[in-house]
């Protein structure tokens, strides 16, 4: 009998010891920095909040932390779309002034990987500029830094939140550096592919209701021929 | 040291390696997937009918007038913001009338910078396509559209999108009529898809 509880005891904590190994392994997670930081393209900078409620518009399966806005908008609780959310959002330019709107769609990715540190998703912005025109960007992203730095840690609270400093590129393809694709579609961005990044700057984060401070940051590289006006 | 201790140790290794296993094997995301109806076609294309019924399908409708938007309660920019554009997001089905993605389509008359309608369509197992239609429609009420660009299913295909609205039966009460999109896709050099 003492060698079957010593067996059991063993087993239990060699798989807590391997998870806690992983949660915390420092060679996996997000950069702080953008690749696009030593771009020598033009740059656009779109800021948005990225807390729900303060989107025009988020929907998901409803039965998610993040309760879908605005009221009486219809949910996503088909299977095939069961693991997916839908926002749509003002974009500020880099000076805080209204730039336009995108709307962005956002799955869970079956290439998420937790034992190297990947929580994929499969993201695209469909984004409208008033006076410069439209493009699409395709991405993944990987919220692996921010389970594990942010809503992990708001869970084991006794608050049943988090509070903290948490900047990280969230984008890290399909492009080779880790960047998204850019495709233009009308106006100046007409025929245009580039590259751009999504980081994600927060502060607080509530296990009832979601992000409480939350900025997401899209960085676009423009290619010189498609002039921007930011 | 004594036996209880090895067997505690011999343990420990056993649960690593069974939580790495775990770990490893076990899908952490697992889609649900609808068989893709196409049609195969002579030129070694394909075509996909994707269906939109109004009004069930309908997410989200952003007009230039706020107040007309859907739902009610949405705060949209309107007018001071985007002019005459106008957004709405749907969800998607295939010709079985099963939902298999999301979709946006943004549209505008007297854009500063060039007059646009276009589609962002999303299916979470496959990629999204993105399509650029043409501002007039044939005599027949059909616009032609182009796929700019694809993700994962979608990368390497090019061709098009026709996108038709056929009106509802007159004694369909509840129906406001359905958008057909088909999508005519090909591979690159010939290869089939």
């Known amino acids: 009998m003492k060698y079957a509880i010593s067996l059991l005891l063993g087993l239990v904590t060699g798989a807590a010891l391997f998870v806690t190994g992983v949660y915390h392994n420092p060679f996996v997670g997000n950069a702080s920095v953008s690749p696009l930081a030593v771009t020598n393209d033009r740059v656009i900078d779109l800021g948005f909040s990225a807390v729900p409620s303060n989107g ?12 879908p806005y605005p009221e009486r908008v219809a949910e ?8 997916t959310s839908v926002f749509v959002t003002r974009l500020e330019s880099g000076r805080g002034t209204d730039a336009g709107v995108g709307i962005k769609f956002l799955s869970k990715s079956e290439s998420t990987r937790l034992l190297k540190g990947q929580a994929i998703a499969n ?6 500029l008033p ?19 942010i809503v ?25 550096l880790g960047t998204a694709r850019v495709t233009g579609g009308s106006g100046l961005f007409a025929g245009m592919t580039s590259e ?25 590289a423009i290619p010189s021929p498609a002039v921007a006006q930011d | 040291m004594s036996r209880v201790i090895k067997t505690f140790f011999l343990g420990l290794v056993l649960g690593a390696i069974g939580a790495g296993t775990l770990m ?46 859907i739902p ?51 299916f979470p197992a496959r990629g999204t396509m993105y399509v650029k239609l043409e501002m007039t429609p044939s005599e027949d009420g059909v616009r032609n559209g182009l796929l700019m660009s694809g993700t994962r299913e979608f990368a390497k295909l090019s061709g098009g999108l026709r996108e038709e609205f056929v009106a509802a039966a007159p004694d369909d009460e509840e129906s406001q009529g359905r958008i057909r999109l088909n999508a005519m896709l090909v591979g690159p050099l010939g290869e089939s898809e």
């Not at chain 1, 493009?135 to 730095?149: A, G, V």
């Not at chain 2, 943004?106 to 369509?121: D, H, K, Q, T, V």
């Open chain 1, 56 to 67: 025009l518009l988020h929907t998901n399966n409803g039965e998610t932390t993040i309760t």
């Open chain 1, 76 to 83: 996503l609780w088909e299977p095939a779309v069961y693991d």
């Open chain 1, 123 to 128: 993201s695209a912005w469909h984004i409208y």
């Open chain 1, 131 to 149: 006076g410069q025109g439209t493009l699409m960007i395709d991405q993944t992203e990987n919220y692996w830094s921010y389970l594990r730095d």
């Open chain 1, 152 to 176: 992990i840690p708001a869970h084991l609270s006794s608050g049943d939140n988090w509070r903290g400093t948490f900047h990280r590129v969230m984008t890290n393809g399909p492009s080779a």
């Open chain 1, 196 to 220: 751009s990044v999504e980081l994600l700057r927060a502060e607080g984060y509530s296990t009832r209701s979601g992000p409480v401070s939350m900025q997401g940051n899209l960085t676009l």
């Open chain 2, 24 to 69: 490893w094997k076990m899908p952490a995301v697992d889609l649900h997937r609808e068989s893709s109806l196409v049609t195969v076609q002579p030129n070694g294309g394909n075509v996909e009918e994707f269906r939109i019924n109004l009004p069930r399908d309908r997410i989200m409708v952003g007009l230039p007038d706020p107040n007309s938007s």
């Open chain 2, 72 to 122: 009610a309660a949405l705060d949209w920019p309107g007018q001071v913001l985007l002019g005459d554009m106008q957004a709405e997001l749907f969800k998607i089905r295939d010709r079985n009338d099963t939902v298999i993605g999301v979709g946006s389509r943004i549209a505008s008359a007297s854009e500063a910078s060039g007059p646009f309608i276009e589609w962002a369509l999303h």
